[in-house]
C-alpha cells in the first residue's frame, strides 16, 4: 500500500509552535521538539500547493543519514527518543512513519552557514558583477558551474516568511554572532561540506553548495539543527552528466524552479499549481537522491 501523502499535520496531543516551509514543529515538554516533515515544496520561498508524495520520508531520512555520519565532526539535535513516547495515537504515529524525530531545544543561531564547492545561482551572479562571493574573492575567468580552488563559507541571514535570506559578508557574520562563535561555524561548515562531498562523490553525486543552521545548547555548544545536506537545501548534481561553462541538470528542486521559470508568476504567494508529469518527476529525483546516497559507491 502506497504511503500517505502528508501536506500539512495537525497532532490533537501536542502544540503546534511552527509550521515552516516544509516543517511542523511540535513542542515536547520544555527541552525537545517533534519536527514533521511534510511533503510540502517550496520554491522562490513560496510553498506551493501541490505535495510531492513521499518527499517528506526521504527528506527525514537522508538528514538521519548524515546525522550518524557527521556526529565526529559536530554534535546534532537529535534525541534518540522514539515517536511512539510523545505520540500515543496509533493513527497519527502512521502517519509520522518515517517523517518524524525528537529533537533537543536549543538557541538556533540567526544566520544560514552555506557552503559552495561550485559557482552557481546567487554565487554565481555575484561573481560576473564583482568578481567576488560574499566578500571572497574568486580567481578571474572562472566558467559557471565550475569548481572552486576550495569551498568557501558565504553566510545569509534568515529570512521572515515569504521573504529572501540574503548573502552576507564574513565580517557582517562576526558582528551578528560574535567573532569567535562565526569562525567556529565557518570552520564547521566547511568540515561538514569536505566530508559529505567525497562521500557523495563516490556515489555519483556532486554537492554543489549547501546551508546548514546550526543552534547553541545551555553549555554554548555548536549543535547541528535543522536538516543536513539534503536535495532541499543543497544543489545535488549527477557526476556523469557534469559540463562546467552549463547550468547541470539536478535532482533538487532545481527541477521545480525551472519549470515555474517558464510561468507568467511573479514569485509571490500563492504559488501556482503543478502538472501531474513534474510532480511525478520531481518526486523520482529525490528517490533517487536517497538511492545514491545510501546505495553503494558508484
Not at 556532486?206 to 539543527?225: S, V
Request: net charge neutral; charged share 25%.
Amino acid at each position: 500500500m502506497a504511503a500517505t501523502t502528508v501536506y500539512r499535520t495537525s497532532l490533537r496531543a501536542l502544540e503546534k509552535i511552527h509550521e515552516g516551509k516544509v516543517r511542523d514543529i511540535y513542542a515536547v515538554g520544555a527541552d525537545a521538539l517533534l519536527i514533521v516533515t511534510t511533503d510540502r515544496l517550496s520554491a522562490f520561498d513560496v510553498v506551493l500547493p501541490d505535495p510531492i508524495p513521499g518527499k517528506g520520508r526521504i527528506l527525514n531520512s537522508i538528514s538521519q543519514f548524515w546525522f550518524e555520519r557527521t556526529a565526529h565532526i559536530v554534535p546534532n539535535h537529535l534525541t534518540g527518543r522514539a515517536i511512539e513516547t510523545v505520540v500515543t495515537d496509533a493513527e497519527e504515529r502512521s502517519l509520522l512513519a518515517e517523517r518524524a524525530a525528537i529533537v533537543k531545544r536549543l538557541q538556533p543561531l540567526p544566520i544560514e552557514a552555506v557552503v559552495r564547492g561550485y559557482l552557481i545561482g546567487s554565487g554565481w551572479k555575484d561573481y560576473q558583477k564583482t568578481g567576488h562571493v560574499c566578500g571572497t574573492a574568486l580567481p578571474a575567468g572562472l566558467p559557471l558551474a565550475g569548481a572552486l580552488p576550495e569551498p568557501i563559507f558565504t553566510p545569509a541571514t534568515k529570512a521572515a516568511a515569504g521573504e529572501h535570506d540574503q548573502n552576507i559578508s564574513f565580517t557582517e557574520t562576526e558582528r551578528l554572532i560574535g567573532a569567535a562563535l562565526a569562525a567556529k561555524v565557518r570552520d564547521t561548515a566547511i568540515a561538514l561540506y569536505t566530508f559529505a562531498a567525497a562521500h557523495a562523490r563516490r556515489r555519483g553525486i556532486i554537492i554543489a553548495d549547501t546551508k546548514f543552521e546550526f543552534g547553541l545548547d545551555e553549555h554554548g555548544t555548536l549543535t547541528l539543527i535543522d536538516e543536513a545536506l539534503t536535495p532541499d537545501s543543497s544543489r545535488f548534481w549527477p557526476a556523469d552528466s557534469y559540463r562546467p561553462g552549463t547550468s547541470p541538470p539536478s535532482f533538487d528542486k532545481q527541477f521545480v524552479r525551472d519549470y515555474l521559470e517558464t510561468l507568467d508568476w511573479n514569485k509571490r504567494a500563492p504559488g501556482p499549481k503543478l502538472p501531474p508529469e513534474i510532480i511525478a518527476r520531481s518526486s523520482e529525483k529525490y528517490h533517487e537522491a536517497l538511492r545514491r546516497l545510501s546505495g553503494p559507491a558508484a
